[in-house]
């Protein structure tokens, strides 16, 4: 994590290069209007109590959600102000782009100030400076411009200051995953992958963490991780993460366990079914479930879960080697079932069919899956939207809410009992593709379906979020590690329930 936040009184302002307010966007045809909060602050900085209406127009500064309004012939410290949109409803997504457009803004700095109304979310733009500041400069022989290196919250609320390290510690774990994805395939195979999880998480409160070597894996029968891994030199790895709460919630007599899968394919060639030149430049990608389940059980203790959770992510590398599985192959996964591979490029539920069949061998309250799965789900929502499956409604509405109110937003889609048949085979009890040109997303679903049990099940289909095509807001070109701060507050609205 490349930012430092720190919250401080205003009196500690010292002398900071820019100092940044909130404004609101214009009501009709008046003039944006400055948020409340800190006046005898803004007055000492000469701030006018209202802004200037022909410097706005002049400038093109309406208000708007992430607009940067630099104020002529401000120096020592430089004004900046940042739009809200709307004063009404602003929810904590505001809050958010609002704190990474002064990040991007601020240039080469080293440092600002952000005077903060005393009802603002102090984790929303804690995760929006932090995540808009990320850079991954691991192998440039010269790192990018480098963005503001420490950011001071200033605010005499202390709802303020306690939130604010919560937003902190869920971006870091959002920067820790976007590092994995981001790292090139042949730097981050199975055993390294293995290895990053295993250094992240030991010591960490509540958490500890065992890794499956190939043995171990074949012992435990996980058939369908290994057809996947038999192309590839790399052997497989099978990751699991536990976190015990140090303070848990009982839920009608009992702690809650919430299990979280992640698909870990740390490069996909698409096997003997192999992809085109251009389809294999980002699949590096393909394992950002893993990443994503990894990160958010790291952030766990720190975030004071009450509940219990644990992580599994079947981990491994598909390619075309001699020992390939091949279009025709069956296997038998772990809970017994059996798999026709009509496609090795479908891989991804194949693992996952193990991933889960351990998940519901621990008879937790809900199992949650998060995978770069079809392309289908792009073509249907973009890459802005995720595709949101599951056998239980509530936890449905919970992901879904969570995922608003991090600003990861996700839209329900059909399991329909008309169309089990996509999955069926000739000569075992599934086959791994559905109909050609149709419900591709809905077919790998159903697929997944069949090894959660009775266990309330929700799947995450992040194909088109899990990578951003530009930088902006607080996203940049890469890994988005989507999924993480969903997860992490769906995790804590347990404390609420």
């Excluded at 940067?68 to 410290?77: E, N, Q, R, Y």
């Excluded at 390294?192 to 958490?207: K, M, N, P």
Aim: hydrophobic residues 45%; proline residues 6%.
């Amino acid at each position: 994590m490349s930012l430092s936040i720190e919250v401080v009184e205003p009196d500690r302002l010292g002398e900071t290069p820019i100092v940044a307010v909130f404004a609101f966007a214009a009501r009709g045809e008046g003039n944006p209007t400055l948020a409340p909060g800190l006046p005898a602050l803004r007055a000492e900085l000469g701030l006018p109590s209202e802004l200037d209406a022909a410097e706005c127009a002049r400038e093109g500064f309406h208000g708007k959600v992430g607009q940067v309004l630099k104020l002529a012939g401000s120096v020592d410290p430089r004004i900046f102000v940042i739009g809200l949109g709307k004063a009404d409803g602003v929810d904590a997504e505001r809050w958010r782009r609002g704190a990474a457009a002064l990040i991007r803004s601020a240039g080469e700095a080293g440092e600002a100030a952000l005077v903060v109304p005393p009802d603002a979310p102090g984790a929303a733009l804690a995760e929006g400076a932090v995540l808009a500041a990320y850079r991954f400069d691991t192998y440039r022989s010269k790192p990018s411009p480098s963005a503001l290196g420490r950011l001071l919250i200033v605010t005499d609320s202390d709802a303020v200051r306690e939130t604010t390290q919560a937003g902190v510690v869920a971006a870091d774990a959002v920067c820790f995953a976007r590092d994995l994805v981001n790292t090139p395939p042949s730097d981050l195979n199975p055993t390294q992958l293995a290895d990053q999880a295993t250094e992240r998480l030991t010591g960490r409160a509540g958490t500890t963490v065992e890794v499956w070597d190939a043995d171990k894996v074949e012992a435990e029968r996980l058939g369908g991780l290994l057809a996947v891994a038999r192309g590839s030199v790399q052997p497989p790895r099978l990751v699991i993460a536990r976190y015990e709460p140090a303070d848990p919630v009982e839920i009608d007599g009992r702690v809650p366990h919430v299990v979280l899968v992640g698909k870990g394919i740390t490069f996909d060639s698409g096997g003997l079914s192999l992809k085109t030149p251009d389809g294999m430049t980002t699949m590096k990608t393909d394992m950002s479930g893993a990443a994503i389940v990894l990160a958010t059980i790291s952030a766990c203790g720190e975030l004071d879960v009450g509940v219990k959770v644990t992580a599994i992510a079947p981990v491994t590398e598909n390619m075309p080697g001699p020992n390939a599985v091949k279009p025709g192959d069956v296997f038998r996964a772990r809970n017994g079932a059996t798999i026709e591979v009509l496609n090795t490029d479908a891989e991804g539920r194949l693992v996952l069919a193990d991933g889960l069949s351990l998940a519901a061998e621990l008879e937790p309250d809900a199992i949650i899956d998060v995978a770069t799965l079809t392309g289908a789900a792009v073509v249907a929502l973009g890459r802005g939207i995720c595709a949101l499956f599951g056998t239980d409604q509530d936890l449905i509405d919970r992901v879904r809410q969570a995922g608003a109110s991090a600003g990861e937003p996700m839209w329900p889609m059909p399991l329909p009992d008309e169309y089990a048949d996509h999955i069926d085979s000739e000569v075992a009890d599934m086959k791994n593709m559905g109909k050609a040109g149709e419900a591709g997303s809905i077919a790998a679903a159903l697929l997944l379906a069949r090894f959660v049990g009775d266990v309330p099940w929700a799947h995450l289909d992040i194909a088109g979020p899990a990578r951003s095509g530009e930088s902006s807001g607080y996203l940049t070109k890469g890994a988005t590690a989507f999924g993480v701060r969903t997860l992490l507050g769906l995790l804590a609205s347990y404390r609420q329930s």
